[in-house]
């Protein structure tokens, strides 16, 4: 290559890879669990020495084998192989990656040329607080980067190993700490639009961190978002009620009112119907909502499955009336308004696309129980109606990334 200088970039934040000039050099056919994890725990533990009886108790139970000390051995044999199978023939292994054995201990050692993403990221964030003292713009610049380097959960690919629990924590702590600083910064400097957009991609890796929620809240109400303030509040605490199996926090409640003495200083005069609206946000209710907030949270999900095994489903409710009179669909309209928030759970949303065509957002539910769910809207459709039948189709489409569904501004 000429003489020029090779990299090594080690992903650990999100999805685990290592890269050559932005190419990743894993082989995903030669990928084996129980070596990966080793590797891993290497990496995790860099430059320190690790005892083999350490490492044997952190990575396997003791029914693996009859002979873990030489289990380990040649699994030490193999990741080495495959570390040297990696790296291009040319390169000096040393200024990369090296497993070294002395007096009883085994060492990765992490040579002048490999750079980890984790490294990296704790150095931005103390660049951030060296400079935030005297320098607010370079305090920003190290603190958006380090967040950029957060792509998710460290190793998050490995979710059940104890040995990653506190590793985990740790980062995960880092990262919400500097978040929390940039926005801090930033309602310093009354820049609320930046807020929002920090926020949307903090919910998107933390989904269930309370604080995130409310400072975007918090970034609504200065923007003069109060509607969509108060429909994000009933959304976000049904959501949180659900998977804490907890009601309101302080905070929480805090907002609440936060959200009620907008209204009031803003001079609305229908705020007993406000006020109403807030307190349903507690109870098993699912949210109706405006087309603008409904691609909001749209959005906000998209980027929360982007990570996840398994997508949500969006609905599209479909009202087949080639002739049908304005009064006939009004009507319509209002059994679908009652029929939908008695039957959808607390954290799923619905708005109208147009006169005819309903969206609906699934929290958490699952492909088999589509057809249990879609079974029960017609039910409770037909309860209400009665006598009148109306024609209607009900799709179903997951909320993943590059499905191929965007919502658009009805026509």
């Not at 050692?109 to 003292?133: H, N, P, S």
């Amino acid at each position: 290559m000429g003489g020029e200088i090779i990299k090594l970039y080690i992903n650990t934040l999100g999805d685990f890879d290592l890269k050559i000039e932005n190419e990743s050099i894993l082989k995903e056919s030669s990928r084996s669990y129980r070596l990966y994890k080793l590797f891993q725990y290497f990496i995790t533990f860099r430059n320190k020495k690790l005892l083999p009886d350490t490492i044997i108790d952190n990575l396997w139970d003791n029914h693996e084998s009859q002979d873990p000390k030489n289990m380990l051995r040649a699994q030490i044999f193999r990741l080495r192989q495959m570390i040297k199978n990696i790296l291009p023939e040319e390169l000096d292994e040393s200024k990369y990656l090296n497993i070294s054995f002395n007096n009883g201990y085994y060492s990765l050692e992490i040579g002048e040329l490999t750079t980890i993403d984790i490294d990296e990221f704790e150095a931005l964030i103390l660049i951030g607080d060296t400079k935030r003292q005297y320098n607010i713009n370079q305090a920003i610049e190290a603190y958006s980067k380090a967040l950029n380097l957060y792509k998710g959960t460290y190793l998050e690919e490995n979710a059940y190993e104890v040995w990653l629990v506190p590793v985990r924590n740790y980062y995960r702590r880092l990262y919400l700490k500097t978040l929390f600083k940039l926005i801090e910064i930033f309602k310093e400097k009354e820049e609320y639009s930046i807020i929002v957009e920090l926020c949307e991609k903090g919910i998107a890796i933390e989904p269930y961190e309370e604080s995130i929620h409310i400072y975007l809240m918090e970034a609504m109400l200065k923007l003069g978002q109060i509607k969509n303030a108060i429909s994000y509040y009933n959304y976000i605490s049904a959501i949180l009620e659900k998977q804490m199996g907890t009601k309101s926090s302080p905070a929480m409640r805090d907002i609440n009112r936060k959200i009620q003495n907008y209204f009031i200083d803003k001079g609305e005069t229908d705020i007993f119907t406000i006020k109403k609206k807030l307190e349903e946000g507690t109870n098993d209710r699912s949210l109706l909502c405006d087309f603008d907030y409904f691609k909001f949270l749209y959005n906000i999900q998209e980027r929360k499955r982007a990570k996840k095994d398994e997508p949500d489903f969006i609905s599209l409710i479909t009202l087949s009336c080639d002739n049908c009179k304005q009064e006939e669909i009004n009507n319509w309209m209002k059994i679908m308004t009652e029929a939908l928030e008695g039957t959808l759970r607390k954290g799923d949303a619905f708005t109208f696309w147009n006169d005819t065509q309903i969206l609906i957002i699934f929290d958490d539910a699952k492909e088999d129980g589509l057809e249990s769910i879609e079974s029960r809207i017609r039910k409770t459709i037909k309860r209400i109606t009665k006598d009148t039948e109306y024609i209607m189709s009900i799709k179903f489409i997951p909320i993943v990334p590059d499905n191929n569904f965007t919502i658009k501004s009805p026509i």
